[in-house]
């Protein structure tokens, strides 16, 4: 099913909306909450990356509105994004919007969250499981390790521009006792590497790329982080990556489907 051309709202009863996490694509990671919501939703708004298993779960008459943003792809502005939730909640719609992973992270949530409520439209979150920590179990590892990464940080690998930020905290980046997972970041990993060595981490430094997680094309690469960054310059994979690196990812096997 396809969204209407325009979401009037002169409807006097006002639904709601549910910010609704997917996980890392895995039907049976979503939570029970998660799946009720989809399953009264009269709307679901959802990302490129929530598949078909996930979308099983609405009901035969419910409108199913494609609005995921894919880098270098035409893709609906965050604006009308909004406008077409607000629009439905307002005639009564119980909406939900589907993102990957979890709303909180990295998936511009805030800017959803600040409409409805400028729209005096109740809206609910429910989290899923971010794929950083999905990835760490599909690893089969931890992130934290006594005496080895006492912290785990999460960081955007590119700007509005698609660059990397100019005002990344590159000393906080290049700790040795952390975990570093990087969200979009393979277009942008290889300056972010020459910063982080220049600010002395070592080019040794155990690094993995995990591309497509939750999709049956899953496919990890590891390496060095000067190993991985040099792979990742030379040739970028076409799914989505989420890039790790830290001493806690030592001894994680190379190239793995």
């Known amino acids: 099913m396809t969204a209407s051309a325009s979401v009037s709202s ?6 709601s909306i549910a910010l609704i996490g997917g996980g890392p694509g895995d039907v049976d990671l979503l939570t029970l909450r998660a799946v009720e919501r989809l399953r009264a939703a009269d709307v679901i708004l959802y990302d490129d990356l929530a598949g078909d298993e996930i979308l099983s779960f609405a009901r035969p008459d419910a409108e199913l509105i494609a609005v995921g943003k894919r880098a270098g792809h035409p893709s609906p502005r965050q604006q009308e994004v909004s406008r077409l939730m607000i629009g439905y909640a307002r005639l009564g719609k119980r909406v939900v919007r589907v993102k990957s992973g979890d709303p909180s992270i990295f ?6 969250i600040s409409a409805a409520r400028a729209a005096g439209v109740p809206i609910e979150i429910v989290p899923g499981i971010t794929t950083a920590t999905a990835a760490a179990a599909y690893l089969g590892t931890s992130l934290t390790k006594r005496g080895v990464a006492r912290r785990v940080q999460m960081v955007t690998g590119h700007d509005l521009n698609g660059r990397l930020p100019a005002d990344l905290d590159m000393a906080a980046l290049a700790d040795p006792g952390a975990t570093t997972c990087v969200f979009m970041g393979k277009a942008t990993f290889a300056a972010l590497a020459d910063k982080l060595i220049a600010q002395g981490l070592s080019g ?3 690094t993995v790329v995990v591309e497509s997680l939750g999709s049956p094309s899953t496919h ?3 390496g060095s982080l000067t190993e991985i960054a040099g792979r990742l310059a030379a040739a970028k994979p076409l799914g989505p990556c989420l890039i790790l690196y830290g001493a806690a990812l030592a001894g994680i096997g190379h190239d793995k489907m």
């Open 10 to 15: 002169d409807a006097t009863s006002l639904g």
């Open 107 to 112: 998936a511009r949530a805030d800017e959803e």
């Open 204 to 206: 040794e430094t155990p």
């Open 220 to 222: 990890v690469i590891a």
